[in-house]
């Protein structure tokens, strides 16, 4: 069922305090990978704020959905938003990267409330989110597991390893979404070593491929129903992306990719993305 | 079949190898425990994990041929509540997917049991791809892990067994299976962390583990005729290592030679220094492994003959050790 316009107007409301917030990481932090951060923020707010079934008053609650953040230096928008959630207050976010802070870099779940899975290093995520789906399997359990990597990520060959298990047991429990933002670190996905044709290649792997916007919360959210539902075959979600989403002179940059900013800078990304949402 | 002590051992280690008696006894566990499941890379047979499989095909996964695929699978099956054995020829663990168990698995300290097979030499005329000489140097390395070379298939079990008591990371190193075995039964001690004295000496220590613990008991068996008393301790865990023992044999006999299918370089002898030097304990000392080289193909048992890891290679370091037969500095104490 498509979402209201009222639900989009929520989520997009959520999302815009929490990319002022991804700004404000990068401050706290001294730096941060702000551009893969903001491209994948709309997916990690559909989730945490509309699908994951979770509990924050109780973050080891059995029943809930375990979610890896694969693309682990996305996590200057993912610990906001398990903070934003409820899991940890806002102001413990001011200690990010400093000496004994919980927050760093790349997400570590022995740290952080709420956090399931370390990761950062790539190509972890999806065996890791496949054996977690095999396992609640085989306890006859519910949970859903999201995994979300990064389109240069997939150059990883374990990826391709766990999306063969995953395909081959048909672990339809198990959702893998990319965040296609088309870039690297040293250039574009297709300069560099080109991921395309991307979706045939999940759908030859015997994945259904959902190729959508992944700003729009319709679009998005459209995509996590049909993987929700998923029977027999397992749903890829490619998410397209922009890496930097909201701030204009981030947007498609690689000098983006992990930067750090002065009050200035920060006060004019903030600009940028209050005139994002106040365009619509 | 022989069917002996409570109701998980089930082994005849006359006819079964030690990997097979892996499979059996991981069945034999998994009817009292629900958590158990196995995962292997298309070495379902080879690791003997079909053992298992035969008594609960809905509890196997066989994931192909993907090493950090297994890994990642048994951290992500660990993290859902299940207890995972988890399969694969010794050199593809450590070091094909050595991250994977350092991070996935390690680091979140979750109880996956990694059982090698076919480590050291063992899959001798496999070639050198095949061997595994540095497992226990890295896995040594990572924190959380503890890590255990049984003797035999007797062993194996009750490691197997034991190692469901530790709520964390096992790397449980075995070999093909076809060594001869070394205990009769399973009357006897085994501890995670307390090694065994196989028998008694005053003029030497070998400390030993794995393939190394029978031959080292039957080079005592000859040298005792030359007049020569050789303690045998089999140091199965290898992490955390029992200190106690090595003090006890640096000060009942002076002399210590560790015996290892591993390179002298962060394995057994490695272990055994650090707590002789940290203690203060000067003793005649001496590494014997694999010296720091890429191991030949042949047989297992030829090479095995060749690096002198069997009894007669071993009885000649010890005599070395002794001052029977010349070779090393016999003036070492001057130094």
């Known amino acids: 069922m498509p979402i209201t316009p009222e639900e989009d107007r929520r989520l997009r409301e959520i999302a815009k305090e929490l990319r002022m917030t991804v700004i404000d990481v990068m401050a706290w932090a001294g730096g941060a990978h702000v551009g893969g951060s903001l491209s994948c923020l709309d997916i990690l707010v559909a989730l945490y704020f509309k699908y994951l079934k979770l509990n924050p008053a109780d973050p080891e609650w059995e029943e809930r959905d375990r979610f890896i953040l694969s693309k682990g230096h996305a996590a200057a928008s993912y610990i906001p938003v398990l903070s934003k959630r409820g899991f940890f207050p806002h102001d413990e976010l001011r200690s990010f990267n400093h000496f004994g802070s919980p927050f760093a870099m790349h997400p570590d779940c022995n740290k952080i409330v709420g956090c399931d899975v370390s990761a950062g290093s790539l190509g972890h995520g999806l065996p890791i989110a496949f054996g977690l789906g095999a396992g609640f399997r085989f306890q006859g359990r519910n949970n859903k597991v999201v995994c979300l990597m990064g389109d240069g990520e997939c150059c990883e060959g374990s990826i391709w390893e766990a999306a063969m298990s995953i395909a081959h047991y048909k672990t339809t429990n198990v959702i893998p979404i990319v965040d296609r933002n088309m870039l690297m670190i040293d250039g574009t996905t297709e300069q560099e070593i080109g991921l395309e044709p991307f979706a045939e290649k999940w759908r030859a792997f015997g994945f259904q491929p959902l190729e959508i916007d992944g700003h729009s919360f319709p679009a998005i959210c459209h995509a996590l129903d049909i993987a929700w539902a998923a029977k027999d075959r397992p749903v890829v979600i490619i998410a397209k992306t922009v890496k930097g989403k909201g701030v204009d002179f981030m947007e498609n940059r690689l000098e983006y990719h992990y930067a750090s900013g002065d009050s200035t800078m920060c006060e004019k990304a903030k600009a940028s993305i209050e005139a994002m949402y106040r365009e619509g | ?335």
């Open chain 2, 1 to 335: 079949m022989a069917v002996t002590g409570t109701n998980w051992t089930c082994y005849d280690s006359s006819t079964m190898t030690s990997r097979e008696i892996y499979g059996r006894t991981l069945a034999e566990l998994a009817r009292e425990d629900n958590r158990i499941v196995a995962v292997t890379g298309d070495l379902e047979k080879s690791t003997a994990l079909n053992k298992f499989g035969e008594v609960f095909p809905e509890r196997i996964i066989n994931v192909g041929i993907a090493e950090q695929n297994l890994f990642g699978t048994a951290a992500g099956l660990a993290k859902s509540g299940l207890i995972p054995f988890a399969s694969t020829f010794a050199i593809f663990a450590c070091l094909r997917a050595g991250e994977q168990i350092r991070t996935d698995i390690a680091y979140q300290n979750l109880p996956v049991k990694v059982i090698a097979t076919h480590a050291g030499l063992s899959f001798g005329h496999a070639g050198t791809t095949h061997h595994c000489t540095e497992d226990f140097a890295v896995m040594r390395a990572i924190p959380n892990m503890t890590v255990i070379c049984p003797a035999d298939g007797v062993e194996t079990s009750m490691a197997i067994r034991a190692c469901m008591d530790i709520n964390g990371p096992v790397y449980m190193r075995i070999g093909r299976g076809f060594e001869p075995p070394c205990y009769e039964d399973e009357n006897h001690p085994f501890e995670i962390g307390r090694a065994n004295v196989m028998r008694g000496g005053t003029d030497i220590t070998v400390i030993t583990c794995g393939i190394g613990v029978l031959q080292s008991l039957n080079a005592a068996a000859t040298l005792e005729e030359e007049g020569i008393s050789v303690r045998v301790v089999n140091m199965h865990t290898l992490k955390p290592l029992d200190r106690e023992a090595v003090i006890a044999a640096a000060k009942d006999t002076g002399r210590i030679l560790t015996v290892e299918e591993h390179n002298v370089i962060g394995g057994l002898g490695d272990a055994v220094a650090c707590v002789l030097a940290e203690e203060g304990l000067s003793v005649k000392f001496r590494k014997h492994g694999m010296q720091d080289v890429f191991s030949a193909i042949g047989y297992a048992e030829d090479l095995y003959a060749h690096y002198g890891l069997d009894a007669n290679g071993i009885a000649e370091q010890i005599r070395l050790m002794m001052g029977v037969i010349s070779g090393i500095d016999d003036n070492w104490e001057d130094e």
